[in-house]
């Protein structure tokens, strides 16, 4: 158990409608990454949130945006659902905002969009 | 373009064998990570080598950093069922860069 938990585990859903994920950061990490893994992409990294704050961003698309909330939880909003989007999501944490913290992954969303 | 290439992607062997994975880049890294994942989880920290020429064990896990800084490799001896699993390389361009890159992935499959 990493200490990272993220909700729900599994999301099954239509193309064009809208979801949130939700992660729950280690106590104490102020650093949250959110990832998208699928098959033929691998892990991409999507954004990154520190103490509130966004970081740094990846390959994210213009429909989906995320926050960190004053407690540190974060969110992942997709929009606009496309078939393509269906992946494992991740979300990690660490403690500080470098590059080799160690970053603590989440058991992951698997979104379905049919 | 994937920054980091992982071989060979998928790898099937018998208890007892010996295996390298090895994570290759065009790019210097400051520091890579190995990982591994195991289905329906997250990925798990194994290592993470900061030195160039580092080398580091972990019990029959013996991880290298490239002279170089632009790969690394992952060599297992003696694998057992409980290695299998999907193991990542990740690399950080710079300590000021918190995005991490992952690898291709290797796929390894230990069979009884």
Same mark, same amino acid.
């Given at each position: 158990?990493? %200490?990272?938990?993220? =909700? ?7 193309? %064009? ?20 893994? !699928? ?11 520190? $103490? ?6 990846? $390959?994210i @698309?213009?429909?989906? !945006? ?5 407690? @540190?939880?974060?969110?992942? $909003? ?15 944490s !660490?403690?500080?905002?470098?590059g080799?913290? =160690? ?5 992951? =969303?698997?979104? =379905?969009?049919? | ?6 071989? /060979? ?6 208890? #007892? ?11 210097? *890294? ?5 990982? +591994?994942?195991? /289905? &329906?989880? #997250? /990925? ?8 160039? #020429? ?5 019990? +029959?896990?013996? *991880?290298?950093? &490239? ?14 069922t ?10 950080? +361009? ?8 992952? &690898?291709?992935g290797? +796929?390894?499959?230990?069979f009884?």
């Open positions: 158990d990493s %200490g990272v938990t993220q =909700t729900p585990k599994h999301l099954i859903t239509a193309t %064009g409608q809208r979801v949130t994920l939700r992660c729950s950061p280690r106590s104490g990490d102020l650093s949250v990454y959110w990832y998208q893994q !699928s098959l033929d992409q691998g892990l991409q990294f999507l954004i990154q949130y520190y $103490n509130g704050e966004e970081r740094a961003k990846g $390959n @698309l213009e429909r989906f !945006s995320a926050q960190q909330f004053p407690d @540190l939880h974060s969110e992942l $909003n997709l929009s606009s659902l496309e078939l393509g989007d269906s992946a494992l999501y991740f979300c990690a !660490s403690p500080q905002d470098s080799t913290d =160690t970053q603590y992954f989440g058991p992951g =969303t698997r979104l =379905t969009v049919l | 373009t994937q920054l980091l290439e992982q071989s /060979p992607q998928f790898l099937s062997i018998q208890e #007892g064998e010996n295996l390298t994975v090895y994570c290759n880049s065009s790019s210097v *890294f400051s520091s890579l990570q190995w990982y +591994r994942q195991e /289905p &329906g989880e #997250g /990925p798990v920290l194994l290592v993470t080598v900061v030195t160039g #020429g580092e080398v580091k064990k972990l019990k +029959r896990l013996t *991880f290298q950093f &490239g002279d170089a800084r632009k790969d690394s490799s992952l060599h297992i001896t003696a694998a057992q409980g290695d299998t699993g999907l193991y990542l390389c990740a690399g950080a +361009r710079s300590h000021n860069t918190d995005k991490l890159i992952f &690898g291709t290797t +796929r390894l499959q230990v009884p």
